[in-house]
């Protein structure tokens, strides 16, 4: 029998205080008939952008659907969520956007939240 060690993800010595990279939206999983209108292969939809979040600064908006963050590809929000605690605060991110069934790409500046 051969075992495999995988590394977990550093964690800070407190999760409750520490900050993490956020781009201040809420997004869930498009459903079947949104991926058959829009033809998308996946995505984050957002459904909630917060006023003055990262998204809403880079000019995201509410129904954009997340392709994806610099080169990682997202198939679903809870790859979007892994693909931000890679990162940090303050870190620049090419953000490729679906909006309306067309791609858009911008540049955001990942926020804070805790």
Same mark, same amino acid.
């Given at each position: 029998m051969s075992l495999a060690v995988v590394a977990a993800p550093a964690f800070p010595a407190d999760p409750v205080t520490a900050e993490r990279a956020s781009l201040g939206i809420v997004t869930r999983d498009p459903m079947d008939f949104e991926r058959e209108m829009w033809r998308l292969e996946g995505g984050a939809?957002?459904?909630?952008?917060?006023?003055?979040? /990262?998204?809403?600064? /880079?000019?995201? /908006?509410?129904?954009?659907?997340?392709?994806?963050?610099?080169?990682t590809t997202i198939a679903d929000s809870a790859s979007l969520v892994a693909a931000l605690g890679s990162r940090k605060p303050g870190d620049?991110?090419?953000?490729?956007?679906?909006?309306?069934?067309?791609?858009?790409?911008?540049?955001?500046t990942l926020g804070a939240t805790r």
């Open positions: 939809w957002i459904v909630r952008v917060k006023p003055d979040g /990262a998204a809403s600064r /880079a000019g995201i /908006a509410l129904d954009d659907v997340i392709a994806s963050l610099d080169d620049k991110v090419r953000v490729r956007i679906i909006r309306r069934g067309h791609p858009v790409e911008m540049d955001a």
